[in-house]
């Protein structure tokens, strides 16, 4: 709602009245059965508890295949479409933990 209103009109620092926005005028031609698009770009700062949070956990993300051994997890990847190629390269040694329990890429 107070993002509509700032992006709908401008207020005057000396008097204080509000005039229109160039957005606040009707579309050229008809208006399209969904309506009208009205777009604000706006930019946003991460808050400073966050920028820490980020810079220190070292997440790497991982593909868990539970119950699944090595070569059923080289299926699904070609199952799924994935390049021979790239297959071999995300399954190469060092990059794949292969446990009784799952296949963790």
Do not use: C
């Amino acid at each position: 709602m107070l993002t509509h209103f700032l992006g709908r009109r401008q207020v005057s620092a000396e008097n204080g009245t509000v005039r229109q926005s160039s957005t606040d005028l009707p579309p050229a031609g008809p208006l399209p059965p969904w309506g009208e698009l009205v777009t604000l770009d706006i930019d946003l700062e991460q808050p400073e508890e966050y920028v820490s949070f980020e810079a220190t956990t070292g997440r790497v993300t991982t593909w868990t295949f539970a119950g699944k051994t090595l070569g059923q997890t080289r299926e699904i990847l070609a199952d799924s479409g994935m390049q021979p190629s790239l297959i071999e390269s995300v399954l190469a040694a060092g990059k794949v933990e292969d446990t009784p329990q799952a296949t963790i890429v």
